[in-house]
């Protein structure tokens, strides 16, 4: 075996040992491990929070949340009233991180009286916003999230929620 066929069976290992390309060679999260992301946040999968760094900081307009448990027992209660569906229309990324370009839709699936956006949702009210997601990525991991509203398409008080 010459020394090219040593480093190749090497980092052959290497991989298989991790089961992704990536984590041997790269820090960059790629669109088809950020699909697997939204694949289980789109369907209530709380292991979603697996893509999260354990000291992460996620800035949800004023609200910041801290760390991966912090985010999980969010979204575990928000989940109980709203249906979300994210989408990605935009994707953008490197080895420091993620940009993001996300219509989402909220749906209203129970009543609840204080929620998140400081107004009583009844069931069936729907909200379509795009927003604009940056990802700070640390060993593969989010680290710190920023999301922020870019457009309102369709505010929770608007029309009749089963055509949006």
């Known amino acids: ?13 290497a991989l298989s040992a991790t089961g992704n390309v990536h984590a041997a ?4 999260i790629s669109r088809e491990e950020y699909d697997v992301y939204l694949k289980r946040f789109n369907s209530n999968d709380m292991t ?7 000291e992460v900081v996620l800035e949800l307009g004023a609200k910041e949340i801290k760390g991966n448990l912090g985010i999980r027992d969010f979204y575990a209660n928000v989940k109980k009233y709203i249906k979300e569906t994210v989408e990605v229309t935009e994707y953008i990324s490197d080895e420091a991180g993620i940009a993001v370009e996300i219509p ?3 749906e209203c699936i129970a009543d609840w009286a204080d929620s998140f956006w400081g107004v009583p ?13 940056f990802y700070k990525v640390v060993d593969r991991k989010f680290s710190h999230v920023k999301s922020a509203r870019y457009k309102m398409i369709h505010d929770w008080q608007m029309g009749d929620p089963r055509k949006v």
């Open 1 to 13: 075996m010459n020394k090219r066929e040593f480093l190749l069976a090497g980092a052959g290992l």
């Open 25 to 28: 060679t790269s820090n960059r």
């Open 48 to 54: 979603f929070i697996d893509f999260y760094h354990p």
């Open 104 to 106: 989402t839709r909220f």
């Open 121 to 133: 949702l009844k069931k069936g009210q729907v909200m379509r916003i795009v927003s604009f997601g």
